[in-house]
Nanobody, 115 residues
Framework: VSLVESGGGEVQSGESLRLSCAIS????????IAWFRRAPGQEAEGISC????????FYADSVKGRLTISINDAEETVYLQMSGLKPEDTATYYC?????????WGKGTLVTVSS
């Protein structure tokens, strides 16, 4: 099982980024795919997830209205479109896939937002 995040980088406050999570080795069918982030010195925070069962989504209050999660089933890739980025969004972003009681993690992609 492999989850590979990409799309991170350094941006200015107010700019946008789109993160990708390419999933292989496990089907995304009947799964929940989530994005977490961990800022330096802080606990990991779950910020968004999407269910492939019914397409329902969740966003943490800290990102609501600025992030959009989506999935391309054919490519088995999950995207996180981030707009209006703030310095406090600086963190390593991880995707995780949960299916049949198992959770799989990627290694993360770093997002740095400067003011």
């Amino acid at each position: 099982v492999s989850l590979v995040e990409s799309g991170g980088g350094e941006v200015q406050s107010g700019e946008s980024l789109r993160l990708s999570c390419a999933i292989s080795g496990v089907t995304v069918e009947n799964s929940v795919i989530a994005w977490f982030r961990r800022a330096p010195g802080q606990e990991a925070e779950g910020i968004s997830c999407i269910s492939t069962v019914d397409g329902s989504t969740f966003y943490a209050d800290s990102v609501k209205g600025r992030l959009t999660i989506s999935i391309n089933d054919a490519e088995e890739t999950v995207y996180l479109q981030m707009s209006g980025l703030k310095p406090e969004d600086t963190a390593t972003y991880y995707c995780a896939a949960e299916r049949d009681g198992m959770r799989y993690w990627g290694k993360g992609t770093l997002v740095t937002v400067s003011s």
